[in-house]
């Protein structure tokens, strides 16, 4: 069966430092995956999504980034983290465009940039 | 622009009575409609979609849906509402591209 893995549970970061959220998938073979935040519990805001390794496309332009370096392995990044970083980070995977069951979730990092 | 509304922002009903979550969706084509429940501290969960066919579906935990095309709504119920059912209820519309599109979320509270 398909799993996926996110990690760390909960973050608190100062203000200026950096940021690697990772989440793998596991039981499937290349999904497309996709960098959700969610701010104040309430809507979903699509950060990246990507659809091979090394492909990433990118939804807002902002303070992060993100990596495939393999094809289940999802990364999210910052080199320096800002107040308005603090959220709920969420990734999930499809196995394609047309997948018809929907997103899988991950359970989520709640990180606070303090 | 595409678009999906859930015109309420908290749902309050007791135990045992039905309940009704709105959505309403702004889309060219067929769009794939889904909804998703999040507990507290954790991920989106899958309840249940819609591709074709018939127009009520039905999902987990008892949770069902019915598509209106004439109204571009796809309204979540359930006959008997449970405090378990206490979550937040996403509507997503998905148009066969990369991405989806989210409703804002319902609070849903089922009071003992």
């Known amino acids: 069966s398909q799993t996926i893995h996110q990690w760390p549970a909960t973050l608190v970061q100062p203000v200026g430092s950096p940021l690697s959220l990772e989440c793998t998938v596991e039981?499937?073979?290349?999904?497309?995956l996709y960098w959700y935040r969610q701010a104040a519990g309430r809507g979903l805001q699509l950060l990246f999504y990507?659809?091979?390794?090394?492909?990433i496309s990118s939804e807002v332009p902002q303070n992060l980034s993100a990596s495939r370096p393999q094809d289940r392995q999802f990364i999210l990044s910052s080199k320096k983290l800002l107040l308005s970083d603090s959220g709920f980070y969420l990734c999930?995977?499809?196995?394609?465009?047309?997948?018809?069951?929907?997103?899988?979730f991950g359970s989520g990092t709640r990180l606070t940039v303090v | 622009a595409q678009s999906v509304a859930q015109p309420e922002d908290q749902v309050n009903v007791a135990e045992g009575n039905p309940l009704t979550v709105k959505c309403t969706y702004s889309?060219?084509?067929?769009?794939?409609l889904f909804w998703y429940v999040q507990y507290p501290n954790r991920g989106l969960q899958f309840l249940l979609k819609?591709?074709?066919?018939?127009?009520l579906v039905k999902g987990s935990y008892g949770f069902e849906a019915e598509f209106n095309k004439s109204q571009t709504s796809f309204h979540l119920k359930k006959p008997s509402a449970l405090v378990s059912d206490s979550a937040l209820y996403f509507c997503?519309?998905?148009?066969?591209?990369?991405?989806?599109?989210f409703g804002a979320g319902t609070r849903l509270f089922v009071k003992a």
């Open positions: 997503a519309v998905e148009t066969g591209g990369f991405k989806t599109i």
């Open positions: 039981g499937t073979s290349n999904p497309n």
């Open positions: 889309v060219s084509g067929n769009p794939y």
């Open positions: 999930a995977w499809k196995l394609s465009t047309t997948e018809k069951r929907g997103y899988t």
């Open positions: 990507s659809v091979g390794i090394g492909q």
């Open positions: 819609y591709i074709t066919g018939d127009n």
